[in-house]
């Protein structure tokens, strides 16, 4: 699809100076537990709004993630033996598939951090966050009988907490049973936006030093959780590509598993970008996401220019990396 670059915010970052001024002036917060999960009959990966975010991530309402219908808060008397996760899968021939993946393990420790109770700023604080944090599509708790509830994830006063991912994070997968999506590929790239705005700009050496002197977030942005940036988990990522100049098109591809993976670690792993007095003429943008949908942080790279990175703070990417986004 076309699309062109076009002056904005690429995406919301909150300043660092603001969340401390929040936390300066405030550091209560107040607790509140969801309304209860209502049971079902069975785990369903294939419920419309679970197929819908994972045949397009990049569609999903953002508005209903968090608190889809029917999920909420484990009931005192539903008591879990296994968890099912549905993920964006492929099939043998490169299908795109939805796959109900079955975890088993510590499920106890699962069970007790979706019983944690949701943290929120007291209702006359009003605060920016940084954090993209996108739970994923469908995960269900099982019980003896197979009657499952979807748990709403338990909030913190900025996103989401960490422990249910940790907790998930030890499951081992038992099974995996895959539904086809008919006339889908796992190679299609989706539909990127229209346009971004300019996430990257030109520094000085001067620049660099203020910027570590005083943690600038241009240059140092909070630290992402684990949940918001998969690294080694991360899912098929899909690569949107703009130009600057106009009516040049966009154009974009679906990664491999194991490409995503690589250009996760070379990422996050790049030194720290040095001074640059470039403007790229081609950028590409990343939602880094798991297969099961979660995560949400926005990765920008630049094409040209400098071939700097926007993860975990602008970094330099190795040419072989910029060469592989550019085939």
């Known amino acids: 699809m076309s699309g062109r670059f076009t ?14 001024l929040v936390w300066a002036g405030v550091r209560d917060y107040e607790s509140f537990t969801p309304p209860a999960a209502t049971a079902v009959d069975r785990a369903d990966c294939l419920a419309p709004d679970i197929a819908a975010a994972l045949v397009a ?52 420790a699962v069970d007790e951090a979706f019983r944690e109770q949701s943290r929120r700023f007291p209702a006359n604080v009003r605060a920016d966050c940084a954090y993209r944090l996108v739970p994923p599509a469908g995960l269900w708790l099982v019980d003896e009988a197979g009657a499952a509830i979807r748990p709403t994830w338990p ?29 889908v590929s796992a190679d299609d790239a989706g539909i990127c936006p229209d346009s971004i705005g300019q996430p990257f700009a030109t520094t000085t050496e001067a620049d660099m030093n203020r910027m570590a ?63 640059c007095d470039l403007v790229a003429q081609h950028i590409a943008s990343i939602d880094v996401l798991r297969p099961d949908g979660s995560g949400g942080t926005r990765m920008a790279v630049e094409l040209d220019g400098c071939q700097r990175v926007n993860l975990l703070g602008q970094r330099q990417l190795p040419p072989a990396v910029i060469a592989f986004l550019l085939r």
């Not at 808060?73 to 795109?96: I, K, M, N, Q, W």
């Not at 422990?163 to 895959?178: G, I, V």
């Not at 942005?221 to 703009?242: F, K, N």
């Open 57 to 108: 991530p990049e569609a999903r309402d953002s508005s209903i993630a968090l608190r889809p219908e029917g999920s909420g808060y484990p009931p005192p008397d539903f008591s879990p033996v296994a968890v099912v996760r549905c993920e964006r899968g492929e099939t043998s021939d490169g299908g795109l598939s939805i796959d109900t993946v079955r975890l088993e393990g510590d499920i106890h």
């Open 155 to 183: 909030t913190a006063p900025c996103g989401l907490q960490e422990k249910p991912h940790a907790a998930l994070n030890r499951l081992q997968e038992d099974s995996r049973e895959q539904h086809l999506v008919d006339g």
């Open 213 to 275: 002197e005083h943690e600038d977030t241009h240059a140092r942005p909070l630290t992402e959780t684990a949940l918001a940036t998969p690294i080694s988990d991360v899912g098929r990522l899909r690569v949107c590509r703009y130009s600057t100049e106009p009516p040049l098109t966009a154009s974009r591809i679906r990664l491999s598993r194991q490409q995503s993976t690589d250009l996760m670690e070379a990422a996050s792993t790049a030194p720290p970008a040095g001074p």
């Open 7 to 20: 002056a904005g915010v690429f995406i919301v970052v909150v300043s660092v100076v603001a969340v401390a």
